[in-house]
């Protein structure tokens, strides 16, 4: 999403959050209902992840991945969330994992893709300000104080998650140079990102939810495995296997690329959900 | 292609509860993750999953997945032709040990033995010929109120000049005592004569006045062409009627039975009656809960959407995929007791500032529970860019504004049977927006679960009073796929075995 009040400073932050309080409990008195809090509507969608490539380790007791995620965005601060198990590490740290894949299978990563090379110039940025949310009102609480705001269909999605047992992380970015412009939005790559979690399967990631910008998700995604294994990816098609040797050892490997669609997609100059609706 | 199988274990976190010991049935399809081919959702492959649950903390959860043969019990019919004996990738019937899986349209029930999980025949009571050579029947049986007899129908289609037609109706008893099976013919109701809309998604069983009787929820499907289009274009639609319920009473001194309207059906105005659960336990009338798709369930996705797009412009599009709805649906309460009815409905569009309330954008499933109090429902929602131009435009009277519809999400929903109000609360424990379609009703009265399922989803159990928080969750990659080139889609239904 993005965020229309990234920070705010002092005594005013104090009365943004006593004000935030307030739209969140009417929000909450309402069954989570937008209808009494129009404030909430994000008021205009203007984030999306363009393409992501993933490195998927499985060992038989846990997964991690590795992302390079590359977003777009119109404005200037924004925010990427999504759910993981609570008992994940999520870490922003230094890796070349995703490099030293795509130097052993003689690839170029995302390159590879007509489809990310027409996107063009993107710009390497850091995550911020990393959050965690356990309840759903924490995070409608967050969204409302840095009016970012939500779609009722997209929080319905974080609803499922948490009462599944999961929680929200969420981490902020920025461009150096923000864009204002829907058709050239502000490309941001951002790696680094891992996330570890005990699981005895392979377990693949959630579409992303249709953010304003992009319908389609590009992806070239390398699972990593320590036994040879046949799992395939729900929908892109397998475009190399084998072995592949790296600093901390042998893996077996599967590669798949291509594109998916987002979910929650709308036809063409349709708005996105909103408060002057009727209904 | 041949019959495999193949066994793994899901990745289970939370508990599985003592009540659950059971097993969990789901008929699938595929769909081949290649875009550009064209393969039409009746046709798709089956693969029949049954999920073996052993309560605990986190308890085990065993799929075993059997891979169908279409052809494996037929050697009449060459392989070569479009015309499988059975293609069971949509619904599920169980009495004892045995599973009777069946398509959304086409071909025959499969009998599948459930304890070896081994196919062991198809039912094909109603010979196919060359002027007839595939057969329809009844994706959900009826039984008997002592589950001693299923019922269904089965018909041949024939290829007509603008439409196929379905003829040599008749009606099945299957006795799960004995193993025989019962044959009639069937003759329509004289005001519902158009052979091209005769086939029915659901049939029914109850008693009235000592007198045994079937309903079959004409659905009312018209399909163009018998075999899958060549070349996947905008094609000329023929327009569903309204949907009709047939009541036919069951006499064993005859060998034809005359089905007759039962009254104020068609008067809804409603398309592709399909699903249904019934309270019929009074042995003197019934209650029926049944859906209207609001959907030309005859057709599939294929060509330019409603906006103009061509479908290498839409990724979500594969075509073939089942058609999108054309409006919100309709769920039925139909109670009948001494000869009187009495009709409720309940029909919602999606209205994002108050999710609270629901929606009935394309129903699916629905249950009721050990109880009979309480009716679970669920709804598939709305992909607008997988609405074909040439599809929408026959019905311009029923289709949705188009300038304003967006995505619908999915939606599972608890009502009150009595009146079909949806069972409201402040903690938004009676719906859950983003589920599966598939879910089954498990347990007995006070405490009742919910499963519901997806490949992609994994398994998630509920109770059934309380949709906020999840008892169970198991996952496996291996539900997603078929080897690397196909993925399975979202399946219709499940069905809960207790052991």
Same mark, same amino acid.
């Given at each position: 999403?993005?965020?229309?009040?990234?920070?705010?400073?002092?005594?005013?932050?104090?009365?943004?959050?006593?004000?935030?309080?307030?739209?969140?409990?009417?929000?909450?008195?309402?069954?989570?209902?937008?209808?009494?809090?129009?404030?909430?509507?994000?008021?205009?969608?203007?984030?999306?992840?363009?393409?992501?490539?993933?490195?998927?380790?499985?060992?038989?007791?846990?997964?991690?991945?590795?992302?390079?995620?590359?977003?777009?965005?119109?404005?200037?601060?924004?925010?990427?969330?999504?759910?993981?198990?609570?008992?994940?590490?999520?870490?922003?740290?230094?890796?070349?994992?995703?490099?030293?894949?795509?130097?052993?299978?003689?690839?170029?990563?995302?390159?590879?893709?007509?489809?990310?090379?027409?996107?063009?110039?993107?710009?390497?940025?850091?995550?911020?300000?990393?959050?965690?949310?356990?309840?759903?009102? !924490?995070?409608?609480?967050?969204?409302?104080?840095? !009016?970012?705001?939500?779609?009722?269909?997209?929080?319905?999605?974080?609803?499922?998650?948490?009462?599944?047992?999961?929680?929200?992380?969420?981490?902020?970015?920025?461009?150096?140079?923000?864009?204002?412009?829907?058709?050239?939005?502000?490309?941001?790559?951002?790696?680094?990102?891992?996330?570890?979690?005990?699981?005895?399967?392979?377990?693949?990631?959630?579409?992303?939810?249709?953010?304003?910008?992009?319908?389609?998700?590009?992806?070239?995604?390398?699972?990593?495995?320590?036994?040879?294994? !046949?799992?395939?990816?729900?929908?892109?098609?397998?475009?190399?296997?084998?072995?592949?040797?790296?600093?901390?050892?042998?893996?077996?490997?599967?590669?798949?690329?291509?594109?998916?669609?987002?979910?929650?997609?709308?036809?063409?100059?349709?708005?996105?959900?909103?408060?002057? !609706?009727?209904? | 292609?041949?019959?495999?199988?193949?066994?793994?274990?899901?990745?289970?976190?939370?508990?599985?509860?003592?009540?659950?010991?059971?097993?969990?049935?789901?008929?699938?399809?595929?769909?081949?993750?290649?875009?550009?081919?064209?393969?039409?959702?009746?046709?798709?492959?089956?693969?029949?999953?049954?999920?073996?649950?052993?309560?605990?903390?986190?308890?085990?959860?065993?799929?075993?997945?059997?891979?169908?043969?279409?052809?494996?019990?037929?050697?009449?019919?060459?392989?070569?032709?479009?015309?499988?004996?059975?293609?069971?990738?949509?619904?599920?019937?169980?009495?004892?040990?045995?599973?009777?899986?069946?398509?959304?349209?086409?071909?025959?029930?499969?009998?599948?033995?459930?304890?070896?999980?081994?196919?062991?025949?198809?039912?094909?009571?109603?010979?196919?010929?060359?002027?007839?050579?595939?057969?329809?029947?009844?994706?959900?049986?009826?039984?008997?109120?002592?589950?001693?007899?299923?019922?269904?129908?089965?018909?041949?289609?024939?290829?007509?000049?603008?439409?196929?037609?379905?003829?040599?109706?008749?009606?099945?008893?299957?006795?799960?005592?004995?193993?025989?099976?019962?044959?009639?013919?069937?003759?329509?109701?004289?005001?519902?004569?158009? @052979?091209?809309?005769?086939?029915?998604?659901?049939?029914?069983?109850?008693?009235?006045?000592?007198?045994?009787?079937?309903?079959?929820?004409?659905?009312?499907?018209?399909?163009?062409?018998?075999?899958?289009?060549?070349?996947?274009?905008?094609?000329?639609?023929?327009?569903?009627?309204?949907?009709?319920?047939?009541?036919?009473?069951?006499?064993?001194?005859?060998?034809?039975?005359?089905?007759?309207?039962?009254?104020?059906?068609?008067?809804?105005?409603?398309?592709?009656?399909?699903?249904?659960?019934?309270?019929?336990?009074?042995?003197?009338?019934?209650?029926?809960?049944?859906?209207?798709?609001?959907?030309?369930?005859?057709?599939?996705?294929?060509?330019?959407?409603?906006?103009?797009?061509?479908?290498?412009?839409?990724?979500?599009?594969?075509?073939?995929?089942?058609?999108?709805?054309?409006?919100?649906?309709?769920?039925?309460?139909?109670?009948?007791?001494?000869?009187?009815?009495?009709?409720?409905?309940?029909?919602?569009?999606?209205?994002?500032?108050?999710?609270?309330?629901?929606?009935?954008?394309?129903?699916?499933?629905?249950?009721?529970?050990?109880?009979?109090?309480?009716?679970?429902?669920?709804?598939?929602?709305?992909?607008?860019?997988?609405?074909?131009?040439?599809?929408?435009?026959?019905?311009?009277?029923?289709?949705?504004?188009?300038?304003?519809?967006?995505?619908?999400?999915?939606?599972?929903?608890?009502?009150?049977?009595?009146?079909?109000?949806?069972?409201?609360?402040?903690?938004?424990?009676?719906?859950?927006?983003?589920?599966?379609?598939?879910?089954?009703?498990?347990?007995?009265?006070?405490?009742?679960?919910?499963?519901?399922?997806?490949?992609?989803?994994?398994?998630?159990?509920?109770? @059934?009073?309380?949709? @906020?928080?999840?008892?169970?969750?198991?996952?496996?990659?291996?539900?997603?796929?078929?080897?690397?080139?196909?993925?399975?889609?979202?399946?219709?239904?499940?069905?809960?075995?207790?052991?």
């Amino acid at each position: 999403m993005a965020l229309r009040r990234p920070s705010v400073e002092g005594p005013e932050f104090a009365r943004i959050v006593r004000e935030s309080n307030e739209t969140i409990r009417k929000l909450e008195e309402n069954r989570f209902d937008f209808d009494t809090v129009p404030e909430l509507f994000a008021k205009d969608a203007a984030a999306d992840v363009f393409a992501k490539e993933i490195v998927h380790v499985f060992d038989g007791k846990s997964m991690t991945r590795h992302g390079r995620l590359v977003m777009g965005g119109v404005g200037t601060h924004f925010n990427l969330m999504g759910p993981i198990p609570p008992n994940a590490k999520l870490q922003i740290t230094p890796t070349t994992i995703l490099e030293d894949v795509s130097r052993a299978l003689k690839s170029k990563g995302l390159r590879d893709l007509p489809e990310y090379r027409k996107l063009g110039a993107v710009e390497e940025i850091a995550f911020y300000n990393y959050e965690i949310f356990y309840t759903l009102r !924490d995070l409608a609480f967050w969204l409302v104080l840095h !009016d970012a705001g939500s779609f009722p269909s997209s929080l319905e999605v974080m609803v499922r998650h948490i009462a599944a047992g999961n929680i929200v992380q969420s981490n902020q970015y920025s461009p150096r140079k923000a864009s204002k412009d829907k058709r050239k939005p502000a490309l941001m790559a951002a790696g680094c990102l891992s996330v570890s979690f005990p699981t005895s399967v392979v377990e693949w990631m959630d579409k992303p939810i249709y953010g304003g910008l992009a319908r389609d998700t590009i992806h070239v995604e390398t699972l990593l495995t320590t036994k040879k294994t !046949d799992v395939s990816h729900p929908y892109l098609p397998l475009v190399g296997e084998g072995k592949i040797k790296l600093k901390d050892g042998s893996y077996f490997y599967r590669r798949f690329n291509g594109i998916t669609p987002k979910d929650g997609l709308r036809g063409p100059d349709i708005r996105a959900e909103n408060a002057e !609706d009727r209904y | 292609m041949n019959s495999e199988t193949q066994v793994f274990d899901l990745y289970v976190r939370g508990t599985v509860p003592a009540a659950m010991s059971g097993s969990l049935i789901i008929a699938a399809s595929r769909r081949h993750k290649d875009r550009q081919r064209f393969l039409r959702w009746h046709d798709s492959q089956a693969d029949l999953i049954k999920l073996d649950v052993r309560p605990g903390k986190p308890g085990r959860i065993k799929a075993t997945i059997l891979s169908v043969d279409p052809w494996k019990f037929c050697n009449t019919q060459p392989r070569a032709t479009p015309f499988y004996p059975s293609q069971p990738n949509h619904g599920v019937n169980i009495d004892g040990h045995t599973v009777w899986a069946t398509n959304l349209l086409f071909g025959a029930p499969l009998e599948v033995d459930l304890p070896s999980w081994k196919p062991r025949r198809a039912l094909r009571m109603v010979p196919v010929t060359r002027d007839a050579p595939q057969l329809s029947s009844t994706s959900h049986f009826a039984f008997d109120l002592d589950h001693r007899f299923a019922y269904f129908h089965e018909s041949a289609l024939r290829q007509g000049e603008r439409t196929v037609h379905m003829q040599d109706l008749v009606i099945i008893r299957l006795d799960a005592k004995t193993g025989s099976e019962r044959v009639w013919g069937l003759v329509p109701p004289v005001d519902d004569a158009r @052979s091209e809309v005769h086939n029915f998604h659901s049939a029914f069983y109850f008693e009235e006045n000592g007198k045994r009787f079937l309903g079959l929820l004409r659905t009312g499907a018209v399909v163009e062409s018998l075999a899958q289009h060549q070349i996947p274009s905008e094609h000329a639609v023929v327009p569903m009627q309204p949907s009709t319920i047939w009541i036919v009473e069951l006499d064993d001194s005859q060998s034809t039975l005359t089905a007759s309207l039962l009254p104020g059906i068609r008067e809804l105005d409603g398309l592709a009656l399909s699903h249904l659960d019934i309270d019929a336990s009074s042995r003197n009338g019934f209650t029926l809960y049944a859906n209207y798709k609001q959907a030309d369930v005859g057709e599939e996705t294929h060509g330019v959407n409603v906006y103009g797009e061509p479908p290498e412009h839409v990724a979500e599009h594969y075509a073939g995929m089942t058609v999108e709805a054309l409006n919100y649906g309709i769920v039925l309460r139909y109670e009948r007791i001494n000869g009187v009815h009495s009709i409720r409905t309940f029909s919602r569009p999606y209205n994002p500032k108050r999710t609270s309330l629901g929606h009935s954008w394309l129903p699916i499933n629905i249950e009721l529970d050990s109880s009979k109090q309480w009716l679970f429902c669920s709804f598939a929602g709305f992909h607008p860019r997988l609405l074909p131009t040439h599809v929408a435009k026959v019905y311009t009277e029923r289709v949705a504004d188009l300038r304003h519809i967006r995505h619908v999400p999915p939606l599972l929903m608890r009502f009150r049977a009595v009146d079909l109000t949806p069972d409201y609360d402040d903690q938004r424990t009676y719906l859950s927006y983003t589920e599966p379609i598939a879910f089954a009703i498990a347990g007995t009265c006070p405490e009742d679960f919910l499963w519901t399922f997806s490949p992609e989803n994994g398994l998630k159990l509920y109770r @059934s009073h309380d949709f @906020s928080q999840v008892v169970c969750h198991a996952v496996s990659p291996y539900l997603m796929n078929w080897r690397d080139s196909h993925f399975r889609p979202d399946p219709a239904h499940m069905v809960f075995v207790q052991s």
